[in-house]
């Protein structure tokens, strides 16, 4: 009977410090999780929680720790299955994929939200092969923080063996202005200035560079710009 008992108590603690620890992780937001999903990830960390105390504290009964092990792996496989059955349940539980990109501009608000900087988002292209935001056509940050890109229709990958022509210089971009600075290094590796920047960004009818949020210069001297204010096409994407 006296087992029974801390059993229901053993029960009551996991049923009960899961949605805790979900709220937590979703307060903390997408990058905290890695490549699992949010729930998954909960699981895994309760186990390791789990098993841990077992092994460094000699005065809880074997016994308890399985029951929990079993109880959390019900669970999952409970949440699991609601999850498949009830849409809503699996939106409240999970983040939803988030653009951040729109046809080469940053969608700031969206950055935000993520708690994601310029420099991550670049480094998750870079990671996708695409060294040119303005190349971009939709860039979707998914729910374990993975980002999907897909490119303007010119410039799809194609097997240029098959078309018997030579491959052209690929699509580089560099940073030089984030969040309103000049990055002169960048600049001067590019053999450009700050002379040069005020008139590119004087014939996009742009006045001050502090409502630039970001631009970058491709290999063939362009200037692409994203303002802090400019109004973007956000796409819905669902799960």
């Known amino acids: 009977m006296e087992l029974l008992k801390e059993m229901a108590v053993l029960l009551g603690r996991v049923v009960t410090i899961l949605p805790l620890l979900l709220l937590i ?29 077992d092994i460094a504290d000699p005065t809880i009964g074997h016994i308890h720790t399985a029951v929990a092990i079993i109880l959390i792996g019900v669970l999952q496989k409970v949440v699991a299955k609601w999850k498949i059955r009830n849409r809503k349940l699996g939106n409240l539980i999970t983040f ?7 046809d080469g501009k940053f969608i700031i608000k969206n950055l935000k939200k993520t708690h994601f900087s310029i420099d991550n988002i670049l480094m998750m292209l870079r990671q996708k092969d695409v060294f040119d935001v303005n190349i971009v056509k939709l860039a979707v940050l998914e729910a374990n923080g993975d980002l999907s890109v897909l490119r303007k229709g010119s410039k799809s990958p194609v097997v240029l063996e098959d078309l018997n022509i030579q491959n052209k210089q690929p699509d580089f971009a560099l940073p030089v202005i984030v969040e309103g600075k000049i990055y002169e290094e960048v ?14 960004l004087q014939k ?7 409502k630039v949020f970001y631009a970058a210069v491709d290999n063939n001297k362009t200037l692409h710009v994203s303002l802090k204010t400019e109004a973007v096409d956000i796409p819905k994407i669902y799960h």
């Open 187 to 200: 600049l001067a590796d590019l053999q450009l200035d700050a002379i040069w920047i005020e008139k590119e």
């Open 204 to 210: 996009l009818s742009i006045t001050d560079v502090n």
């Open 96 to 102: 939803e994929p988030v653009v951040v990109i729109s």
């Open 25 to 53: 992780t979703l307060y903390m937001g997408r990058r905290s999780i890695g490549e699992l999903p949010i729930f998954d990830f909960l699981i895994l960390l309760a186990l390791g929680a789990v098993v841990g105390a």
